[in-house]
């Protein structure tokens, strides 16, 4: 009589085998999984900076030019501006932090608000550019740097800068500002700029 089966050996090998096949499985399984959960943040990320883009663009759009002689019309600081958008209140673009979240809060012509997360940053702040200056504050102070101090220039990008943990900064939203006067803006002879609140 001839006994066939396997010897304990051999189960010893198949047993070593299934475990290893498992255990790549299982390993391949979680690097998809994690790879998925990173793909989905960044997604997330870019639609929000999406968001964050175009709702800076619907505050600021139709409203220029800002000059620097004209803070009722557009006045910034590195938590957020306030721009004259034909309503009572200014409409506004503020930061905040609360639990370890950055916010945006959007304030809109028609009194509504919209806040958004910017997601993968510990900080966040605005800085503007105008014709001959670079800097956290709009109307930029008199500098003794620029070819004619305290001389008028207009401003031109908004740009919205996230800090990373490890301090590093990335551009998250700029913004370009019209430097010519709209149809429906009444020009001051005098200043040569335009005149009240446009809606």
């Keep these: 009589m001839i006994d066939e089966g396997y010897t ?36 997330a990320s870019g639609r ?31 938590s957020g501006f306030r721009v004259a958008c034909g309503k009572q209140d200014p409409c506004s673009a503020a930061l905040s932090s609360q639990e370890d979240k950055v916010i945006l809060d959007l304030e809109e012509p028609d009194g509504s608000h919209h806040a958004l ?48 943990a490890d301090g590093e900064d990335t551009p998250l939203a700029s913004v370009r500002v019209w430097l010519e006067q709209t149809p429906d803006c009444p020009v001051g002879a005098a200043a040569g700029s335009c005149q009240g609140h446009r809606p």
């Design 8 to 43: 304990l050996a051999e189960m010893l090998v198949a047993l070593a085998v299934v475990g290893l096949a498992i255990g790549g499985l299982t390993e391949g399984m979680r690097v998809t999984s994690r790879l998925q959960g990173q793909t989905y943040q960044a997604m």
């Design 48 to 78: 929000t900076l999406d968001r964050v883009g175009f709702g800076l663009e619907q505050l600021i759009e139709g409203r220029g030019p800002f000059p620097s002689e004209r803070s009722d019309l557009f006045q910034g600081a590195a």
């Design 117 to 164: 997360v910017l997601q993968g940053v510990q900080s966040a702040h605005f800085a503007y550019a105008g014709t001959r200056t670079f800097g956290p504050v709009w109307p930029a102070a008199p500098s003794s740097a620029s070819p004619a101090p305290g001389a008028s220039q207009t401003l031109r990008t908004i740009s919205l800068i996230g800090t990373s």
